[in-house]
């Protein structure tokens, strides 16, 4: 499970998030969306124990991520949108460490299996700094992956990716939901968000606009008893002065 409880977050005197509280339940998908510098990667990044709340309280798997930050990056994979991997190592290699790092048990079949769904099999000896960029991205889905993490937390994570990486990582999305992890995606690809998530979280100015199931947020905006479209509620919601709450 995933919570944040009243998270604060600036930078001296900019307020990248304020007062946010949200949780997401093992087998959610949580969409992250708003316009750029709504906070929505400072959330994520703050989640993985990356950077510290400036107040509040950050939850993965019932763990504080202040009190808790070697444990918590055990139980939490973060992709950020532009992947740092280790350019002088092949891709078997990066997942070779990675297992090695957090102990993966049969390390080989599922090194196998994730290279093989993800079209990187014929590049496994191949160093990262010669990987395309959508590749880079495959790359670094993978090494989250193989460890089984409960909390997954993708930023931009189609950024590069072909239709048929874009397809793969959004059955893999569902499968590791229906296994169990609880996954917060950020992304202005609306209707890709509208296809995976089971909910979502509006972000603007660092402020939640709307916090609850996908179906709810659309049901606010429906016309003539026609709901709308994630992306149609987006902008409606996004025009309002005051939040437009949340439901479950």
């Known amino acids: 499970m995933i919570r944040a ?4 977050k600036a930078y001296d005197d900019t307020i990248a998030v304020a007062g946010l509280s ?9 969409g992250l969306v708003g316009p750029n510098g709504a906070g929505k990667t400072t959330t994520l990044r703050a989640l993985s124990g990356l950077i510290p709340a400036t107040r509040g309280r950050l939850e ?9 930050p070697i444990a918590v990056k055990q139980q939490t994979a973060y992709v950020p949108d532009d992947p740092q991997l280790f350019d002088d190592l092949t891709v078997g290699q990066h997942m070779d460490f990675f297992a090695s790092v957090y102990r993966v048990a049969d390390a ?10 993800f079209d990187l099999i014929e590049k496994v000896d191949q160093r990262a ?9 495959k790359l670094a889905v993978c090494c989250a992956y193989l460890y089984s993490p409960a909390a997954i937390l993708l930023d931009e994570p189609m950024t590069g ?19 169990g992890a609880a996954i917060m995606i950020s992304s202005h690809l609306l209707a890709m968000i509208e296809s995976v998530c089971t909910d979502v979280l509006v972000l603007e100015r660092g402020r939640a606009k709307f916090c609850g199931s996908i179906d709810a947020f659309k049901a606010r905006f429906e016309s003539a008893g026609t709901p709308a479209s994630l992306e149609q509620a987006f902008f409606a919601a996004t025009a309002c002065e005051l939040p437009v709450g949340a439901s479950g």
């Open 161 to 179: 990716l072909d239709p048929p990486g874009i397809r793969n990582l959004l059955e893999s999305v569902r499968q590791r939901a229906a296994d």
């Open 22 to 30: 949200f949780e997401v339940l093992p087998g959610q998908v949580l």
């Open 5 to 8: 409880l009243d998270f604060h």
């Open 129 to 137: 700094s010669a990987l395309s960029r959508g590749m880079r991205q």
């Open 108 to 117: 080989e079949t599922k090194t196998q299996g994730l290279l093989q769904t």
């Open 60 to 68: 993965v798997a019932g763990l504080d991520v202040e009190q808790h």
